[in-house]
């Protein structure tokens, strides 16, 4: 258990090969390891979790998935592929969770450093959910959801629509006005200055690239200032959000 609480802080990061716009990527060589071990690797730098589990799918396709993980020493849960919210909340009961880190599996360069933060912010203002993608002010690329796992339980109660069940927290963050929306309380992580528009994701080739080249430079581990200052002398690592 971490330090900071007795609640145990659990990152459930979601996983399949198949992509619409990039199949395949999580499994996608970074630099001589799989995308998706990238990202594991940076969340075992995290100070405040203690656990990860990879929520993936049933289907066949995601076998490798699978047989990566537990090469890796992190568990597993496999659910549906179209119900992402059940399948992550089940993945978070199946870890015994109390506090649910959501992570995506297209998020290379996730810094453990915000990670920490957002779980510290939630704890300290006590509320539901607490992020860095409500009010964007952080990379695309660094997105972290910090939740109860009560609130996770009933936003899976109570929210029907595909979309809210696909997307897992619409529902409570309220960002969708033409569908329901749950009572909770939540609190924003913002970075002093705008940079919504810098893009580390892996969404389509050139962004892996991009994320491949950033690997192949810097050496060693890395934060997302280290990531922005190298970006400062090669411009087009910054990516461009696309409208």
């Not at 399949?16 to 990238?38: E, F, H, I, N, Y």
């Not at 995506?104 to 453990?112: H, K, L, M, N, R």
Request: with cysteine.
């Amino acid at each position: 258990m971490t330090a900071m609480s007795k609640e145990g802080v659990v990152a459930i990061v979601q996983a399949r090969m198949t992509s619409t716009r990039l199949p395949g990527k999580v499994l996608a060589d970074v630099c001589g390891a799989p995308l998706l071990q990238r990202i594991i690797e940076r969340l075992r730098m995290c100070s405040l979790l203690d656990a990860i589990v990879i929520a993936t799918t049933v289907n066949r396709d995601d076998n490798p998935v699978e047989a990566l993980a537990r090469r890796l020493g992190v568990d597993v849960y496999r659910g549906d592929e179209a119900d992402v919210l059940g399948r992550v909340l089940a993945a978070a009961e199946q870890a015994r969770a109390d506090i649910v880190v959501r992570i995506t599996a297209d998020c290379p360069v996730i810094d453990p450093g915000i990670v920490d933060e957002c779980i510290r912010l939630r704890s300290e203002r006590g509320v539901d959910y607490a992020s860095n993608v409500n009010v964007r002010t952080y990379p695309d690329g660094l997105d972290t959801e910090v939740m109860r796992i009560d609130a996770l339980r009933t936003a899976a109660r109570e929210a029907h629509d595909p979309a809210l069940r696909e997307h897992v927290t619409p529902y409570i963050r309220g960002i969708f006005p033409h569908l329901p929306s749950g009572n909770f309380s939540r609190a924003d992580l913002k970075f002093c200055a705008d940079l919504s528009h810098v893009r580390w994701t892996v969404d389509r080739q050139d962004d892996l690239d991009r994320v491949r080249e950033i690997y192949a430079t810097l050496d060693g581990p890395f934060g997302w200032l280290d990531v922005l200052s190298l970006a400062t002398k090669h411009p087009h690592l910054l990516g461009v959000a696309r409208k």
